[in-house]
């Protein structure tokens, strides 16, 4: 992250900065963040507030912003609670305030919002089944976009009354997709509640009553293109697996091997 992710912070604007993060790099790209918006533009404790939720034995100190670790790839209570706190900060963001989102690999599983009555134990429950499934990673982020209060561009709704919201990820999902990246909490999800119900299906996940009522709830639709909501939201990808791949063969190549490129995706 402290090499990726400066060119891409924007300058501060009047109001709080609030900075959430969540996946395997979210603690470190919260304090890269931290630091730079602190030694590049002078801002303090009274500017610069957040939360970055990182995989247990991930976490990093960011002045500023509160590190919570979690589960990873089974979510648990402690991911619930960080995630019920970047929930109400993201809604308490206001006209001057901009929100800064840090997504990484593993976002899907710190961010752990259970929609409806699905409780914790449901959930991991159908993240352990999708998981045994072998179910790509696509099919996963489907799944748990509509079982979800924050995934799916809900976070971008809670954070609709802020000045801008903008999404600085590093990819680790075939193809780049923002939607599929962290499940996709800032951006329009083009996927449907009939194609979770068919996934599950097709994979056979055995699911909770909870869990079938949401699936088959018209209302829990995840927002789609056109969304108000993300009408000033920005997303960018800072890195991706071509670029750490990239990197592997010139320090192979160096070191006097010839790599052979098979591709990213």
């Known amino acids: 992250p402290d090499t990726c992710l400066p060119a891409h912070l924007p ?28 030694e590049q533009h002078g801002l303090g404790d009274d500017r610069i507030v957040g939360l970055a ?20 790839p089974v979510p648990d ?10 929930l109400a900060m993201a809604t308490a963001a206001g006209p001057d305030d901009e929100v800064l989102v840090l997504l990484s690999g593993g976002g899907s599983a710190n961010w752990i919002a259970p929609a409806g009555d699905l409780t914790l134990a ?50 680790d999902v075939p193809f780049d997709d923002p939607a599929v990246i962290a499940s996709g909490p800032t951006v329009p999800d083009p996927s449907t509640l009939a194609e979770s119900r068919a996934i599950c299906e ?40 071509i670029d750490a791949l990239e990197a592997a063969a010139a320090a192979a190549k160096a070191a006097g091997y010839e790599p052979v490129m098979l591709g990213a995706d």
């Open 53 to 72: 939720v990182a995989r247990h034995g991930y976490g990093q100190d960011a002045p500023g912003i509160r590190m919570v670790e979690a589960g990873h």
């Open 122 to 171: 449901e959930k991991q429950a159908i993240t352990r089944a999708m998981l045994r499934s072998g179910a790509p990673i696509g099919e996963i982020n489907t799944v748990r976009k509509h079982l979800s209060r924050i995934k799916g561009g809900r976070l971008a709704v809670a954070a609709r009354n802020a000045r801008s919201i903008l999404t600085l990820a590093i990819s």
């Open 11 to 38: 300058p501060p604007t009047p109001g709080r900065l609030i900075i959430l993060g969540a996946g395997k790099a979210g603690g470190s790209m919260a304090a890269v963040a931290s630091r730079f918006y602190r």
């Open 77 to 86: 209570e402690a991911g619930i609670a960080a995630t019920r706190e970047a």
């Open 202 to 241: 097709r994979r056979g996940i055995p699911l909770p009553e909870t869990a079938i009522r949401l699936l088959n709830d018209p209302l829990n639709e995840t927002p789609k293109a056109g969304d108000p909501a993300f009408a000033r939201a920005e997303y960018r990808i800072v890195a991706r697996p």
